[in-house]
Every structure is written in C-alpha cells, then in structure tokens.
C-alpha cells in the first residue's frame, strides 16, 4: 500500500494505492483522484516549463512549457535539451519550439509573445 | 501645471488592474486610465512561468505569461489608456494623483472613482528578524524568481529555503531543474504554508527535504553566504537549544508570507485591516474614502489568480456604477461583520444592506486546518446559514455565498457573525 497526496487541484487528498490489488485507490474526493493515483504509480507524468535565451526582444528569456504532461522519467532531458535553445523574435503564444520534446510526444511551446521590436 | 481629469484611474497593470479596467470598460466607462509602475503590464504574473493558473477561470492549466497575455489582449482591445513605466507618488481623499515617469516628468491626475490595484511585497528579512551577519545570498524567492525567470540569471549553487509559502516551493523546483542542489525547506510551523500539491510535486519529486517546526537561528559569511543553522522549535516556536546543526550553502530563500501594499491607500486615508493588512471594504469593494475602491492582493493575500480575476472584475462593476450615478453606492443599514471563532478575517468588513443586493459573497480564511466544519452565519444571535466543508487550511481561501433570502434575515443593528465548528 502506498500513500500519495492528490495533485490535481489544491485540495490535495491523502489517496492510498493498492500496488498488489491493481492499484485500487481509495481516500479520493473525486474520480479524477482515482485516475492521477493509477497514473502516478503506473507512469507519473508532469508539466515541464523553463525559459531559454532570447534574443531581438530586449527582454533576455522567453518562458516555455511542454504542450502536455511528460513522463516525469524524462524531465531532465527535456531540460537538456531547453538550456541549450537560443531563439529569437518574433515569437508568438503558443508558438512550437520543439516538436516531441526528447521523444515525449509532447511540444515544447512559448507561453508569451515578443514582437522583436526590441534591441 | 494642468490637472488631467479621467473618470476612472486604475493605480497597478497587473491581474487586479487589467480585469478591473476590463469590467468598468464593459459597463461603460469611456474615460480609464491604468497607471503601472514597471515596463509592461501583467505584474508578477510575468515571472510565474510555472503552470497551474487559469483553471477556475479558463479551465485551462495556463502559465502565468499566458494568464497575463489574455487580459493584456483584452485590455488592448478596448479603449483604455495605458501609461508604463508611471509611477504614482501620492494619492489624497480628493483622488487626486501625483505621477512621475521618464517620458511625462511629473504629473496631476484627478480622478472621479479609483480602483487601488497595486498588489501585494514578500516580507523580507528584516520582517522576520533571523540572527546572524548580513552576507550576499540572503534574498527573496520572488526576487530570485525574477533574476531567475526574467533575467536569465543564476543566484547560487547551494540553496536554502527559509518558509514553505508557494513561491518558495515552486523557486525550490525551478533551481533544482536548473542543476542547484536544494539542501532543505525550512518552515518554522508544524504545517507547510504552500499547497499540498506544491509539496508533492516540488518538493518530493526532487527529494528535498521539508523540515517542519525548524527555523534557521543564524546566518554565518562575511561578503557572502556561507552556512546557515538550523534547530528545531518548541510548540512556542522557540528554538530547542542541542538541535542545532549548521548546513552550508551559497544562497537562502526567504518565503516568508507576502504583504499587500498600502502606502498610497494611507496616505489617501483609506482605514485599514490590521488582519489582512489591506483596506476595510463594504460589499461592492469600495474602501471607506467615497469613489475609492480595492481588489486583488492589496485588499487581502489571494492564493489563486483566478479568485483576483473574478474579484478585481467586481470592483471594476462597482466603480463603474458609482461613476453612472455620481453619487455613493452605499445606503441601508450599515452592518458590520464579524470574524468570529476559527476565522482570522473576513473581506468586506462592512456592508450596506441595500434592499436590492441580491447576493453577497464573503471571503475569509480559517485559522486552523481541520477536516468535517461547518461555518455558521448568525445575526443578532440567530443562525441564518450553514455551510459544510471537508476540509479547511489557512492556506486555502474559503468562500460563502449568502442568497436574497438569507440576506433578508439579517437584524438591523446587529452584527453578522461567522464562525467555524465541528460537524458532528
């Protein structure tokens, strides 16, 4: 049996996961407790944002995020990959930077816009 | 010099100002101005580039640059005028506002309705009184997510964090994805401040420890610096003398709690909160100086963006029907509410109680996490409404809505109290 605290919205609920009974959950509030406790134990997934170097904007980092979860297993990687990305603008919300970021199936994106106007 | 005249001035461009500025637009105010002191608006909201914002209000997990882009977008959709870089230096009862910025030098500004939208500082160092020299490293996690997040920069290799408020567990995450090695979070309470699922997915994904009911009792290092000591605290949070140990680091975060930011509000004479450190507000979010209005983390600390979203667009509503009538919103019987048992304050203070309001929403928080409450509202010693709750924390903002019906219950003259009890 073991003990996770639901991330799925601030209420964060004390589940318990049955690792030998199929990973039964129980002590969630909502079905969506249900399923982060299988995912959780199964294959964890996580949201990844950071920043990379921006050039042209005047401003010096443009901040983004994978499109989805990724397998928390490759978080790191992603983040490799991120460090070593220079882009420049203009830059669009939602723009794709990477597209299957370190094979995750998701994208890297921007999560602001620069119009390029800058220095 | 010539006065500028603007119906409805908006002092701060961040979250609160730019859904205020919206709403009054949307309910016909030709004549708005938002005054923001930095380069662009969007506030904080630009250095959060963490996920988990917008979904109450969008039902999107949003980031906090792509929270700030759609209100920006709605702001530039619309008429209203925007100055950067505008720093406002005073504010009086009269509602007149002295600016100063780089392009304008200095200026007059008299407004007939005000929303106060400035936001809120981290309690720093000297807030909390930690002992020891006073080295370089020792700083803010919202000031090192800005250096972080913004400028691209690095603010040290090993790093400490003093308090588990949100900022410092997602600052914690962000530095160890960065390659920093996160040593501990420190919280001097038996509880984290910040929300489970920060501990979870900021703390314990990157095996930080979190050591609660500890405190840093000294900060050692001349230029910079160079180990912090950690004890334990007793259940009067004095340090247990024997538990000390020292870590050494190159950086301590404080997340000490945030403050909302009033000066202007004093120096207009808005009456203030000793509890939520922000203005005293009626129902409709207007402060106790006529056509003066608050929302956001300069009336109370919010947890959620979403929740100053929705609270700053009903002062923007407020704002613009004192302006429609040119008169006070205000009149009824003047009540006052009361924070009573379990609850550490509520937001409004006050209310009109107005033969058409039709519904008032009243916001607190509670002063203790505890699982199975109800929170009474009683007036003139007779329970009007009951509300049930699973869970409560200090942490999480709590909300009641009071319908027509209930409203209608309430005494002259008496107070309305809430409190919080057990359900059996």
């Given amino acids: 049996m073991k003990e996770l605290i639901c991330i799925v919205c601030p209420r964060g609920c004390h589940l318990k996961v049955d690792e030998n009974d199929d990973y039964k959950v129980t002590g969630h509030r909502c079905a969506r407790g249900v399923l982060y406790g299988y995912q959780e134990m199964t294959a964890p997934t996580r949201v990844v944002t950071s920043t990379v170097v921006l050039e042209n904007a005047g401003e010096e980092r443009c901040p983004v995020r994978t499109s989805q979860a990724v397998p928390k297993a490759k978080m790191f990687e992603v983040i490799d990959i991120v460090r070593k990305l220079k882009i420049s603008a203009p830059v669009s919300l939602g723009q794709v930077l990477v597209p299957d970021i370190a094979g995750s199936g998701a994208d890297l994106i921007a999560t602001r816009s620069f119009s390029g106007t800058g220095n | ?424």
């Fill in chain 2, 1 to 424: 010099m010539k006065t500028q005249q603007y119906d409805l001035v908006v002092i701060g461009g961040g979250p609160a100002g730019m859904a205020a500025a919206v709403s009054a637009y949307d309910q016909g105010v030709r004549s708005i101005v938002i005054l923001e002191r930095d380069k662009q608006l969007g506030g904080i909201l630009n250095q959060c580039i963490h996920n988990g914002f917008g979904l109450h209000h969008f039902k999107e997990e949003l980031s906090g640059p792509e929270y700030a882009e759609r209100y920006i977008k709605d702001v530039r959709a619309r008429d209203i005028e925007v100055r950067l870089e505008s720093m406002v230096l005073d504010l009086n009862s009269e509602r007149i506002i002295q600016l100063v910025s780089p392009s304008h030098g200095f200026e007059l500004i008299e407004a007939k309705a005000v929303i106060l939208a400035m936001g809120s500082r981290e309690r720093a160092r000297g807030g909390i009184g930690t002992p020891g020299t006073r080295p370089a490293g020792v700083l803010t996690a919202g000031a090192a997510q800005r250096y972080v997040n913004l400028e691209g920069q690095r603010v040290g290799e090993n790093i400490v964090i003093l308090g588990s408020g949100d900022i410092g567990l997602i600052m914690a995450r962000r530095l160890s994805l960065e390659g920093c090695k996160v040593h501990a979070c420190v919280e001097i309470m038996s509880e984290p401040g910040g929300l489970a699922r920060n501990i979870v997915q900021c703390l314990q994904d990157f095996d930080i420890p979190l050591l609660l009911s500890h405190t840093v009792t000294r900060i050692e290092g001349k230029k910079r610096i160079e180990a912090v000591h950690i004890a334990k605290v007793d259940m009067q949070m004095r340090p247990i003398p024997g538990t000390e140990r020292r870590v050494a680091c190159d950086t301590l975060l404080l997340s000490v709690g945030l403050i909302p930011e009033n000066e202007l509000s004093r120096a207009a004479g808005v009456e203030l909160d000793n509890r939520t450190k922000g203005p005293q507000v009626f129902e409709n979010l207007q402060t106790s100086v006529p056509g003066v209005f608050a929302c956001g983390n300069v009336l109370h600390i919010h947890d959620l963006v979403d929740h100053v979203s929705d609270e700053s667009a009903r002062a923007g509503r407020a704002a613009a029907a004192y302006l429609s009538k040119q008169t006070d919103t205000a009149g009824g019987d003047l009540i006052a509410l009361e924070a009573g048992r379990g609850l550490r304050y509520t937001v409004p203070q006050r209310l009109h109680l107005r033969p058409d309001l039709e519904k008032l929403d009243i916001f607190f928080r509670v002063t203790h996490t505890a699982e199975e409450q109800k929170i009474i509202v009683e007036s003139g010693g007779k329970q009007i409404a009951l509300f049930r709750r699973v869970h409560v924390a200090p942490g999480e903002m709590e909300k009641i809505t009071l319908p027509a019906k209930v409203l209608a219950e309430i005494q002259p003259g008496a107070k309305l109290s809430l409190r919080l009890e057990a359900a059996l």
